[in-house]
């Protein structure tokens, strides 16, 4: 079992940044690949980012691909999002996924993952 503790949302003015941050717990997060989900209200859960085992290989939303960086250490257990550049539109929830693939094949799907957190409000005022 994998427990995902996300951190680091907030309130921020538009053109600002935040750094989110996914904490696993578990001796085999090394050989997880990570993804990053969002949920805004009255809308489906939708793909931001996402990350292989190794951290070689990045998969990013259209949507955020400038704005946003995926990175993952596997020393500390954990998946960084660095949200940048933010818009109205990016306010969310946001929520960090497992997937025991190092390689998720389809990672923009959110059934490929086995586990998730609770997430991490970002709101962005205009």
């Known amino acids: 079992q994998v427990q995902l503790v996300e951190s680091g949302g907030g309130m921020v003015q538009a053109g600002g940044s935040l750094r989110l941050s996914c904490a696993a717990s578990?001796?085999?997060?090394?050989?997880?690949?990570m993804g990053w989900f969002r949920q805004a209200p009255g809308k489906e859960r939708e793909f931001v980012a996402a990350?292989?085992?190794?951290?070689?290989?990045?998969y990013y939303a259209d949507s955020v691909k400038g704005r946003f960086t995926i990175s993952k250490d596997n020393a500390k257990n954990t998946v960084y999002l660095q949200i940048g550049l933010l818009k109205y539109e990016d306010t969310a929830l946001y929520y960090c996924?497992?997937?025991?693939?190092?390689?998720?094949?389809?990672?923009?799907?959110?059934?490929?993952?086995?586990?998730w957190g609770q997430g991490t409000q970002v709101t962005v005022s205009s």
């Open positions: 990350i292989s085992s190794s951290g070689v290989i990045l």
């Open positions: 578990g001796r085999s997060f090394s050989s997880y690949s």
């Open positions: 996924a497992a997937s025991t693939a190092s390689i998720v094949r389809n990672a923009r799907n959110w059934l490929q993952y086995d586990y």
